[in-house]
């Protein structure tokens, strides 16, 4: 939790806005997403974690799509 809190204010001063363990960011040209995976082997001494990162430009998407989440891209 505490990556998080520092990564939420890290982000959000970058105008990255926040929804679980995913931090999300718009503009005119691509959707910017950062998430972090929680690793299961981690305990109360030791977080492991992945952050995945990920640019979404809408215009490359299939024209029947109406947002870019309702594609799957991964």
Known sequence: ????SHANAFLGDRGFSRSGLTFTRHNDECDEIIAFQISE???AEVVLFTINIGLVYPALL????TK???VDIW
């Open 62 to 65: 299939d024209a029947t799509a």
């Open 41 to 43: 082997s981690s305990n």
């Open 68 to 70: 870019p989440m309702d």
């Open 1 to 4: 939790a505490h990556i998080l």
